[in-house]
């Protein structure tokens, strides 16, 4: 028997890329529309981070249908 990993590897690629702070942070603090590598975040980038998250992957889910079968 064999499972779909795509959309848990998807899941994990996503998580790792979007953290806050870790490569950017949208929005950046002190008035700035983005920092990079800043290894700092706040509420408010959390928050869209988190709506960017559910986004790329209901796309690359639903729409786009990743599949990877191990087995």
């Given at each position: 028997?064999?499972?779909d990993w795509g959309p848990v590897l998807i899941a994990v690629a996503f998580f790792v890329v979007l953290t806050p702070g870790l490569l950017c942070q949208i929005p950046g603090s002190n008035g700035r529309f983005a920092e990079f590598h800043s290894m700092r975040t706040s509420g408010a980038?959390?928050?869209v981070h988190t709506i960017l998250f559910f986004g790329f992957c209901?796309?690359?889910m639903v729409a786009?249908?990743?599949h990877l079968y191990a087995g």
């Open positions: 028997m064999s499972g980038a959390i928050f209901a796309i690359f786009v249908g990743v």
